[in-house]
């Protein structure tokens, strides 16, 4: 009889990770693509709908920059922004950013004394199938630099930043229920929820 060597197991947060990188969608290229259906209130999604999501970039004083991306609903998915933002604009020009779908808005994402954070993840909660509001959910688990970043008028929140980054990485879940009254789920894959794992370089490995 032929005696196979024991089959190596795997960690517990290796194994979490293995399950987080198939379950995010990678990756939904950056386009520009018409921002007119995130100003609609009247919008209602279903699991698997299409949704537009609108980035919009600004820094005092200036225009602001928007584009916008197709999601699926309640598919985890990230958006990369590249560096240049046309035109002479990067993201190391502007100050802040947010979001916007379903005509909901959600609050300003400011840069901490000119440093930006490489990726971010939020959630966007959805009240029978209407866009209620966007929820941030970051850390500093996995960075040195960590700083509290001003959401709308308050810092919110800790997260990590650099003096210049080459692209911005937003990871999209969402929650609550749809219009059918399905509970969205892609928000259990959130990086908050694989804390207890100690998945630290996670985010920075995906893409």
Not at 37 to 51: G, I, L, S, V
């Amino acid at each position: 009889m032929i005696r196979r060597p024991p089959r190596s197991t795997q960690s517990r947060s290796s194994a979490a990770s293995d399950v987080y990188k198939r379950q995010v969608l990678l990756l939904l290229c950056f386009i520009s693509i018409s921002c007119e259906d995130c100003d609609n209130k009247d919008t209602r999604f279903n699991y698997d709908d299409d949704m537009r999501l609108c980035i919009y970039f600004g820094k005092d004083g200036a225009s602001e920059i928007s584009f916008a991306v197709k999601l699926t609903t309640d598919i985890y998915t990230m958006v990369k922004v590249p560096k240049s933002l046309g035109s002479s604009e990067t993201l190391d020009s502007m100050n802040y950013f947010y979001l916007k779908a379903g005509g909901t808005q959600s609050d300003k994402y400011y840069y901490n004394d000119g440093k930006l954070t490489p990726r971010v993840s939020v959630a966007i909660r959805l009240d029978k199938g209407r866009v209620e509001i966007f929820e941030w959910d970051n850390d500093c688990s996995d960075c040195d630099d960590c700083k509290d970043m001003k959401i709308g008028s308050e810092s919110r929140e800790r997260n990590c930043v650099a003096n210049s980054i080459s692209e911005l990485k937003i990871f999209v879940s969402f929650i609550g229920k749809d219009s059918d009254s399905r509970y969205m789920k892609s928000a259990q894959l959130r990086m908050s929820q694989f804390t207890r794992y100690s998945l630290k370089s996670l985010y920075n490995s995906i893409g």
